[in-house]
Antibody, heavy 120, light 111 residues
Framework: EVQVVESGGGLVQPGGSLRLCCAA?????????MSWVRQAPGKGLEWVSGITNTGGDTYFADSVKGRFTLSRDNFKNTLCLQMNSLRAEDTAIYFCVKGRGSIRDAFDIWGQGTMVTVSS | NFMLTQPHSVSESPGKTVTISCTGS????????VQWYQQRPGSAPTTVIYEDDQRPSGVPDRFSGSIDSSSNSASLTISGLKTEDEADYYCQSYDSSDRWVFGGGTKLTVL
């Protein structure tokens, strides 16, 4: 079964850091671009970041650029989002998403999400 | 910045057909593929349409997607509505500045 499973969410103080990871299984991880999408409580979907299949290129929403970094380990089938200088507005469910191919291709498989709460 | 605009909500009766629109703010919506995602309450999104009009395996053919270049919009049409179709629906497309853009979402009520 193709699936992605997020981990690492939790409660963090403003200005703090958190590392989210996503474990992929059931497909050849190294062939597909991956992304993170978040959803603030009661709000819509917001794309956060994406990475090419090789990890050679990363892309970020303006709202997180300079604070978040994205990396992948194609040997461990893992994707990780390092989030620094967290703000209250980063509070959201973070979904790991598998692309259908390249970075410009549609998303197809979504994880169940991991909750990040930024609060003092 | 490129934006996608959806109606906040739509409602229709079981067995009927509903269409949800997604309008691009600039450029041509036909320049990049449009996707549609369904999100039921308390669940993660799932893909119902990709590349404008393609259905993933397992998605019933009651779901269809289309592009109208004249109005710079995409549409998701659901026919033979069922109560299980009640959900939030989001359109999505790729922006020329290397980022993904989602519409604000449309709440579909089947009553």
């Amino acid at each position: 079964e193709v699936q992605v499973v997020e981990s690492g969410g939790g409660l963090v103080q403003p200005g703090g850091s958190l590392r989210l990871c996503c474990a992929a299984s059931g497909f050849t991880f190294s062939k597909y671009a991956m992304s993170w999408v978040r959803q603030a409580p009661g709000k819509g979907l917001e794309w956060v970041s994406g990475i090419t299949n090789t990890g050679g290129d990363t892309y970020f929403a303006d709202s997180v650029k300079g604070r978040f970094t994205l990396s992948r380990d194609n040997f461990k089938n893992t994707l990780c989002l390092q989030m620094n200088s967290l703000r209250a507005e980063d509070t959201a469910i973070y979904f790991c998403v598998k692309g259908r191919g390249s970075i410009r291709d549609a998303f197809d498989i979504w994880g169940q999400g991991t909750m990040v709460t930024v609060s003092s | 910045n490129f934006m996608l605009t959806q109606p906040h909500s739509v409602s229709e009766s079981p067995g009927k057909t509903v269409t949800i629109s997604c309008t691009g703010s600039s450029g041509s919506i036909a320049s990049n593929y449009v996707q549609w995602y369904q999100q039921r309450p308390g669940s993660a999104p799932t893909t119902v349409i990709y590349e404008d009009d393609q259905r993933p395996s397992g998605v019933p053919d009651r779901f269809s997607g289309s592009i109208d270049s004249s109005s710079n919009s995409a549409s998701l049409t659901i026919s033979g509505l069922k109560t299980e179709d009640e959900a939030d629906y989001y359109c999505q497309s790729y922006d020329s500045s290397d980022r993904w853009v989602f519409g604000g979402g449309t709440k579909l009520t089947v009553l």
